[in-house]
Nanobody
Framework: QVLLVESGGGLVQAGGSLRLSCAASGRTFSRNIMGWFRQAPGKEREFVAATTWSGGSIHYADSVKGRFTISRDNAKDTVYLQMNSLKPEDTAVYYC?????????????WGQGTQVTVSS
């Protein structure tokens, strides 16, 4: 079992920044891939970014490349998502997930989500 708790969401103006945190606990060693997803109202959940705990393989959605950075602190079992140059279309509930592969169905542990709202 892996427990994931997100924090750091909030309201920010367009062009601003936020940093999301995802604290993992439990059998974290059992899941090598940590990802961030988001879901906007009326839309399907979409992939944002993912990393391995080693940081050796990092992926981003095209929509966030150059603006978002995923990182991890292995000593704290925490994964971060630094979001810069935020746009209103980034407004969504952001979820942290742990998995054994990069395909959506391979993420089998999810956090409760944190709301990010970007005002224009």
């Amino acid at each position: 079992q892996v427990l994931l708790v997100e924090s750091g969401g909030g309201l920010v103006q367009a062009g601003g920044s936020l940093r999301l945190s995802c604290a993992a606990s439990g059998r974290t060693f059992s899941r090598n891939i940590m990802g961030w997803f988001r879901q906007a109202p009326g839309k399907e959940r979409e992939f944002v970014a993912a990393t391995t705990w080693s940081g050796g393989s990092i992926h981003y959605a095209d929509s966030v490349k150059g603006r978002f950075t995923i990182s991890r602190d292995n000593a704290k079992d925490t994964v971060y998502l630094q979001m810069n140059s935020l746009k209103p279309e980034d407004t969504a509930v952001y979820y942290c997930a742990a998995g054994y592969g990069y395909r959506d169905y391979q993420y089998d542990y999810w956090g409760q989500g944190t709301q990010v709202t970007v005002s224009s």
